[in-house]
């Protein structure tokens, strides 16, 4: 009988041991649920974090007014990377810097209520679980940087039959080309047609080539101009859907620039990596190439560094360099333009150093074209960004100095309008335009954004736009009204301005400041019809291709704006086919 008890008290006291043991773990290793608000562009933003065992799990943004057209990426990419670093110290995007640093204060504010501080050493720790580790990883073709030239070459590599790995140093895929605004030139007679207009294969290279003061390889300019509708269909295949607008793009004459539904160059990556993600060609995120691997006169792998762990990556049939190009590395551009010093904007992405280039270089690679540095004329002038431009101005709008008065032919060639705006007082220029060009609902919605986060100005009569510049009424008016009968006339006597569609009569007026920015690097690594690439004797360096704007030779010594583009997907193309059947 008491032994019987004693059992029963025996079970029962285990069971209670359990129960506790069981409550006590849930409640040691609760998934905590933090929620903050805090000021962003427009108004509050409400941001929910979730934090299980000291790791951030799930950022959701619960609410917020900020202008989706502008921050769609922001919103998207700024709490995927602060989870995947587990820290705060990550890179903003150019347009929505406001709002990027918003989100990071609110998980910041959720960290600090579970303990964790987002910006300490502990925040980081999962970066240096593989301290001093070596890796050895051995694939087909590998390929250094996932923007769209390496992911291009790395699904055409794949659709070859090769086995494919893309190493990509920064913490998310993209580079440039997902903050593209996504315009891809190309002619394409049955859009172009019924616009009346006259391309050609022909037109399009001419325009390139003498664009580029013939400094291009004539055969890379034909490659590019008779490819890049092939381009697109290839892009189609993949899933980029195309909007049926045909524009011409700054800089560029002919209208044959086609934008992707979202306008933007995230659309070209999504796609490309889907192909990635499904076809089994893995991206290796925040690993770095450092130095490519040479025997017996061959290019057989590279070595990367993850964290502070050393990949050495061996490559049966090739390497692919994808790197981008140098706008972002201060010391480099100011080698070749000592003129583009530290305080000048930027457009590109942080992860532009050019660090294929010198990789290239050190196995002997010919550079070419490395002076020519192209700065976009007008980039925002808060963060040299390209996103919160007003739609189509410069093809409807004018160009004002601080002393209210125009100054340049608005559809000059970007080498020419960037010179010209560095040159007036201060280095800016306000670009304005009136209300009755813009017929789309889309555009209209997206200037309104604008003007909501106080990127543009809109003003509603001559006089209060003069106030708002701070510039002479009279002078301004007295500009405006002679532009006007310019376009009435079709003869701009003072500039000799081509386009003259519209005239600045219909208020509101809307403005923005605007700065030349480092965009695009011309020059880079030499390559052949192949994408091989060329040392310095005029040879192949067997083994190794290059694609995209690490590259040089291609758009010489000046851009079309919407040629980029086209270059990376078809170049990108050929070189994975290459490598993938060498
Ligand atoms: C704001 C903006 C708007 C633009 N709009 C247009 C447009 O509308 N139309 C057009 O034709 N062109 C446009 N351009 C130009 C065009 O987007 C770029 O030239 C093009 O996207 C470059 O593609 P890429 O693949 O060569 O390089 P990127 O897209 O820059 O990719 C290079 C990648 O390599 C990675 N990388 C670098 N070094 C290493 C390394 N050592 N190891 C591993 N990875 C590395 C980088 O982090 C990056 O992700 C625009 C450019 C900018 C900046």
Redesign the pocket.
């Known amino acids: 009988m008491y032994k019987m008890k004693n059992r029963k008290f025996i079970a029962f006291l285990i069971i209670v041991i359990l129960i506790v043991l069981i409550i006590g773990n849930s409640l040691l290793s609760t998934k905590n649920v933090y929620e903050k608000e805090v000021d962003g562009h427009n108004g509050p933003i409400r941001v929910e974090v979730k934090i299980f065992n000291d790791i951030i799990e799930e950022i959701k943004i619960l609410e917020h007014n900020e202008t989706i057209e502008v921050v769609e990426s922001t919103l998207d990419l700024i709490p995927k990377n602060i989870i995947s670093r587990q820290s705060g110290n990550i890179d903003l995007i150019t347009g929505a810097t406001i709002t990027g640093q918003a989100i990071i204060d609110a998980v910041s504010q959720c960290a600090k209520k579970a303990g964790l501080d987002l910006f300490s050493i502990k925040a980081n720790q999962t970066n240096d679980i593989n301290y001093n580790q070596k890796e050895y990883i051995n694939v087909d073709v590998v390929v ?7 992911l291009s070459a790395a699904v055409s590599a794949s659709q070859h039959g090769a086995s494919v790995l893309v ?4 913490t998310e ?5 997902v ?6 030139n190309a002619v394409n007679p049955e859009l172009q047609k019924p616009l009346g207009i006259n391309d050609s294969e022909d037109i399009f290279f001419q325009e390139t080539f003498l664009g580029g003061k013939e400094l291009a390889d004539p055969k890379l300019v034909e490659i590019l101009t008779s490819q890049a509708y092939a381009g697109m269909l290839w892009l189609e295949d993949l899933g980029v859907k195309f909007d049926t607008q045909v524009d011409s ?1 700054l800089g560029g004459e002919y209208a044959r620039g086609y934008y992707t539904m979202s306008h933007n ?1 995230s659309d070209y990556i999504k796609s490309l990596n889907k192909y990635c993600t499904n076809n089994e060609v893995d991206i290796l995120l925040e ?3 450092t130095s490519l691997i040479v025997e017996d006169n061959k290019i057989t792998g590279i070595i990367a560094k993850q964290h502070n762990k050393e990949i050495i990556i061996t490559a049966n049939k090739g390497v692919v360099i ?4 140098f706008g972002y590395n201060i010391e480099k551009r100011m080698d070749y333009d000592n003129s583009l010093t530290a305080d000048m904007l930027c ?3 942080p ?3 050019g ?2 280039i010198e990789m290239a270089k050190d196995v002997g690679a010919n550079l070419i074209n490395m002076e020519y540095i192209e700065t976009y004329p007008l980039g925002d002038a808060y963060d040299g ?2 996103r919160n431009n007003i739609p189509d101005s410069i093809n409807n709008g004018i160009l004002i100095n601080s002393d209210g008065k125009r100054f340049i032919a608005e559809d000059a060639n970007r080498d020419n309008l960037s010179e010209s705006i560095l040159a007036q007082n201060e280095g800016f220029a306000y670009s304005v335009v009136d209300s009755d060009y813009l017929k789309d609902e889309k555009d209209i919605a997206y200037l309104e954004g604008l003007v909501s986060t106080g990127v543009v100005t809109k003003t509603f009569n001559i006089e209060e736009l003069a106030s708002k510049l701070m510039v002479d009424q009279n002078i301004l008016e007295d500009e405006i009204n002679k532009y006007n009968k310019f376009v009435d006339n079709q003869n701009d006597k003072d500039f000799n301005r081509k386009n003259l569609i519209n005239k600045i009569d219909e208020p509101p007026f809307y403005y923005a400041k605007k700065k030349p920015t480092i ?2 690097t011309l020059g880079g690594i030499q390559i052949n019809e192949n994408t091989s690439v060329i040392n310095t004797q005029g040879k192949v360096i067997k083994n190794l291709f290059a694609a ?3 590259t040089g030779g291609i758009h010489g010594a000046n851009r079309l ?5 086209p270059d ?1 997907i078809v170049f990108g193309k050929i070189a994975g086919y290459n490598a993938a059947m060498n």
């Not at 903050?179 to 891809?184: E, L, Q, V, W």
């Not at 704006?561 to 583009?565: D, E, H, M, T």
Request: net charge neutral.
């Open positions: 250094i940087g996932a923007g769209g030239a390496g190493i990509e140093k920064m895929i993209g580079g440039n080309t903050r593209s605004i996504g315009m891809y793009c160059g690993t770095k190439g994808a790197t981008g190009g457009s590109n992405a992860g532009t150093t660090d294929g960004g390209l965009h695009y995209g704007e690490v704006g919407g040629n980029s583009l990376i």
